[in-house]
């Protein structure tokens, strides 16, 4: 047993991106995480079980693609709930956990009849933390989300865009990452609190408003100056207002649908750009100062895209890395997967086994610990893959009592 | 009551794109020095400031950012405040710094020169790339880190000629703060377990990377590449449209389509309720959709049937919320349990009822102009060690004397209202 959080154990109820990814980094960190599914449904309250993507053409529940990658490196068990047995050995298994995690939507867990009040009977110190789309107080603690309705209603949908187009939004669940890593951080301050005081707690999380945390400064100037961000011309979000930068775009590169984006942080670097550019518009002597730039800024933004065009995404990122000018190539998947020496150099796509999709490739972390680094080998666990060893080996009951629970449909 | 992280001592290299971080930590409760050079950091002259009137201590990005802190000045180049720092990060748990690699070292003040006195220290360095990369030395902003990490390819519009967009918020380095404080939680965990401190070497590039959901995993698993799609999610196959407009030109999304019989029988008696029923065309659709018991997410794209009748469903919710505000829709969709959302501009969430509620929307006194103001509040609700960011963010060296000790009062401090932002340091 090894890594940062090795002794630590999680009875795992959580799912979909916005709580598995919670205990996908404590189960990397070197936590025991043990998933607990539905065996009548076939663990399928995680949507992400058994769809798309795959490696192959075998399909079913342990061939999910998402699912292995938002669940390597955890145990997995079934426990059906509707069965008083069920019930008992869940008890028996958060009488041995530290934490107990979920994001069913609210309610659900008191339902199934583990409310805190219950948890906290079974072991007086657990970390209870619920992660819900609206949280569990408040009048929408009943609505539901998934990651694009919680962005939209946080605020975060809004603010990145185009002035006069609709809002472009998040092309993927954003709060469903930060649903996940607000969680761990919620879930890992708990443990370190009930350190110290022994004291466990029930903390709630609505990842709408995980999500209006992360708004940025500009929200300020709303409540502050009452200068709403819904108005005529609302903040470009491709350009920089807090602080102001011009230019700070994306720019089309020649081939189709290829981008580059710049940004001058001071004169300076506006200058180191326009040297490399080298042509007459880009000396103007108007652009020589923010306010120059900032006044003519969608004439310069043409120009500069113009030039862009006809030049190599990253031709030009490194032309202007040189002049020391803030500049990155818009990457595709495959180009910062496949071919970013960053990524490689990184490890940041770790090779991971599952017992029937075989060998794939995942996310790792962006973070090096020097002393207890992150391991990332196994893959997502199979239905009732750990039943054996956590109801067995951790929970001491025999092989025929499996058996006959097996039978019975408790597992 | 306490917080979780009382008692523990953070010294922050003032960054832009570390703030964050700071900021996490001081709400978790830790005592969070800010470090600042004299004449403070740039970004005290980030606009927009409080009434657009200029000044060190008038600059939202600064309030918003370093709230919770507290503040101290050091000139790194001279000796006796480099021996400052040494000292007041031999006594600290945690530092927290996003300083290009190499600068320290060149100081004596990086990781390898001040651990050895206290093993006990975690240190947290969040760069573009990482400590040690083959692209470390290459400049960066929240922009270029989003650009270059796989979040901008995804984002934009079903029109491929308008260019693929960055989401607002600074969200490549809050990113990666948000990892950062994990990484440091983590680590005060096995420092508790064993006495030893480590470094944590963060990295943006690599932190939106692995923050794309399908972008990545797509790709991954499939070799397959997402395309963007105007507000909704980038996808290998272009999926529906979800969004539309209440009566006041206020945008919903309308969510998953509605699929169980459940839904179908709540969408006709919906089209009843706002005398909608004779516009709607699909009634045929939803009522075989009933008979067929819902359908398939997974039915979608392969059974003619199945698909027509997610269209004939949202179609449904369009016609509806071309009858209303785009709030009476988001409402009347969720007390029917449909998942629906309106979108929202960010002041708009701090005024909704639930937000308001929840208490997530906080009072920060700003005593110093006889004022308060309306800051976003806690991510999450921890009764037993609340999550407290209630303190305006820190004027320049204004605990010098309680950090560093008595006669130690910061340098003379800039004046000037109309001071300009300055170069970035070379």
Redesign the interface.
């Known amino acids: 047993v090894s890594g940062?959080?090795a002794?630590?154990r999680v009875c795992d109820f959580t799912g979909q991106?916005a709580g598995a990814g919670a205990t996908r980094?404590l189960a990397a960190?070197g936590a025991q995480v043990i998933r607990v599914e539905d065996p009548v449904k076939q663990g399928r309250w995680d949507?992400l079980r058994g769809?798309?993507?795959?490696?192959d053409d075998r399909r079913g529940i342990e061939f999910g693609?998402?699912f292995?990658?938002h669940n390597i490196e955890k145990l997995g068990v079934t426990i059906n709930l509707r069965t008083d047995e069920g019930k008992q050995l869940l008890r028996e298994l958060i009488a041995i956990s530290d934490v107990v995690a979920e994001n069913f939507a609210a309610g659900v867990l008191a339902r199934l009849g583990f409310p805190y009040e219950e948890q906290r009977r079974i072991k007086p110190d657990i970390v209870y933390?619920s992660n819900s789309g609206?949280?569990h107080?408040?009048?929408?603690s009943?609505?539901?989300?998934?990651?694009?309705?919680?962005q939209?209603?946080?605020?975060?949908?809004?603010?990145?865009?185009?002035p006069d187009?609709?809002?472009?939004?998040?092309?993927?669940?954003?709060m469903?990452?930060?649903g996940g890593?607000?969680?761990?951080?919620?879930i890992?301050?708990?443990?370190?609190?009930r350190?110290r005081?022994g004291?466990?707690?029930?903390?709630?999380?609505?990842c709408?408003?995980?999500g209006?945390?992360?708004?940025?400064?500009?929200?300020?100037?709303?409540?502050?100056?009452d200068?709403?961000?819904?108005r005529p011309g609302?903040?470009h979000?491709?350009h920089?207002?807090?602080?102001?930068?011009v230019p700070?775009?994306?720019?089309?590169a020649r081939g189709d649908?290829e981008?580059?984006?710049?940004?001058c942080?001071?004169?300076?670097?506006w200058r180191a750009l326009a040297n490399v550019v080298d042509e007459p518009w880009a000396r103007d002597p108007e652009y020589d100062t923010?306010d120059g730039r900032s006044a003519k800024e969608a004439v310069l933004d043409a120009a500069l895209d113009q030039w862009c065009s006809v030049r190599d995404k990253f031709e030009t990122q490194v032309l202007l890395?040189d002049a020391?000018?803030?500049?990155?190539?818009?990457?595709?998947?495959?180009e910062?997967?496949e071919f970013?020496?960053?990524?490689a150099?990184?490890g940041?796509?770790p090779m991971v086994h599952h017992r029937e999709i075989g060998a794939?490739?995942?996310?790792?972390?962006?973070?090096?610990?020097?002393?207890?680094d992150w391991s990332i080998a196994h893959g997502a666990p199979c239905l009732g893959q750990h039943n054996d060893f956590v109801f067995g080996e951790l929970l001491g009951h025999d092989a025929e009592q499996i058996a006959r629970w097996r039978e019975d449909g408790v597992l | 009551v306490t917080s979780a992280l009382d008692g523990v001592r953070v010294v922050e290299l003032a960054s832009d794109h570390g703030a964050f971080a700071g900021r996490l930590l001081a709400g978790l409760g830790a005592d969070v020095v800010l470090v600042e050079p004299p004449g403070g950091h740039r970004a005290r002259r980030y606009e927009p400031f409080v009434d657009d009137d200029p000044g060190v201590e008038r600059s939202l990005w600064w309030w918003h950012y370093q709230a919770g802190k507290r503040g101290v000045v050091l000139d790194l180049d001279s000796q006796g405040d480099a021996d400052r720092l040494r000292e007041l990060i031999t006594a600290a748990d945690v530092v927290l710094e996003g300083e290009a690699p190499g600068t320290l070292a060149a100081r004596g003040l990086d990781w390898p020169d001040l651990h050895p006195s206290n093993e006990r220290l975690i240190w947290a360095s969040i760069t573009a790339f990482g400590r040690d990369n083959p692209r470390t030395h290459e400049q960066f902003t929240d922009l270029t880190v989003l650009a270059g990490g796989g979040p901008v390819w995804m984002c934009g519009y079903d029109d491929h000629s308008i260019p693929p967009v960055r989401g607002g918020g600074n969200q490549g380095y809050q990113t990666a703060c948000i990892w950062a404080v994990m990484s440091v939680l983590a680590a005060l965990w096995w420092r508790e377990e064993t006495g030893r401190g480590q470094l944590l070497d963060l990295s943006m590039h690599a932190a939106a990377n692995v923050t794309t959901e399908s972008g990545s995993y797509e790709w991954l698993v499939a070799r397959a590449t997402v395309q963007r799609q105007t507000g909704r999610h980038a996808s290998v196959h272009p999926t529906q449209v979800t969004r539309t407009l209440g009566t006041d030109g206020h945008e919903i999304h309308t969510g998953f389509p509605p699929r169980s019989s459940r839904d179908f029988e709540t969408l006709l008696d919906w089209l009843d309720d706002v005398g909608a029923r004779d516009e709607y065309e699909a009634t045929f659709w939803l009522e075989m959709g009933i008979e067929r018991g819902g359908v398939q997410m997974s039915e979608i794209t392969n059974d003619v049937e199945a698909t027509e009748i997610f269209f004939a469903a949202r179609e449904a919710l369009n016609l509806i919320a071309s009858k209303m505000t785009a709030y009476e829709f988001f409402i009347g969709a969720q007390e029917r349990r449909l998942a629906c959302g309106i979108i929202y501009s960010p002041e708009e969430v701090l005024t909704d009822p639930h937000f308001v509620a929840r208490g997530f929307p906080t009072k920060i006194e700003h005593e110093d102009l006889g004022r308060a103001f309306t800051y976003p509040g806690a991510p999450f609700h921890m009764p037993a060690s609340p999550f407290v960011a209630n303190r305006r963010a820190p004027h320049l060296g204004e605990h010098q004397a309680d950090v560093l000790g008595p006669g130690q009062s910061a340098d003379a401090r800039p004046t000037g209202h109309e001071t300009p932002v300055p170069p970035m340091p070379q």
């Open positions: 940062a959080l002794g630590i991106l980094f960190m949507i769809t798309t993507p795959y490696v693609g998402a292995n990658n933390v609206f949280g107080r408040g009048p929408y009943a609505y539901r989300t998934w990651g694009p309705i919680v939209a209603v946080c605020g975060l949908t809004f603010s990145s865009g185009v187009l609709p809002a472009a939004g998040w092309g993927y669940s954003y469903d990452h930060h890593n607000f969680m761990a951080i919620a890992l301050a708990g443990l370190l609190h350190r005081t004291e466990g707690q029930w903390i709630d999380m609505s709408t408003d995980a209006a945390t992360l708004l940025g400064p500009l929200l300020l100037d709303a409540t502050v100056n200068r709403p961000l819904r609302m903040p979000s491709s920089s207002q807090s602080p102001r930068m700070h775009n994306i720019y089309a649908d981008w580059i984006a710049i940004a942080r001071d004169d300076r670097e923010l890395q020391g000018v803030p500049a990155a190539a818009v990457q595709r998947p495959e910062r997967i970013d020496p960053a990524t150099a990184w940041l796509w794939v490739r995942v996310d790792g972390l962006p973070v090096h610990f020097s002393e207890t």
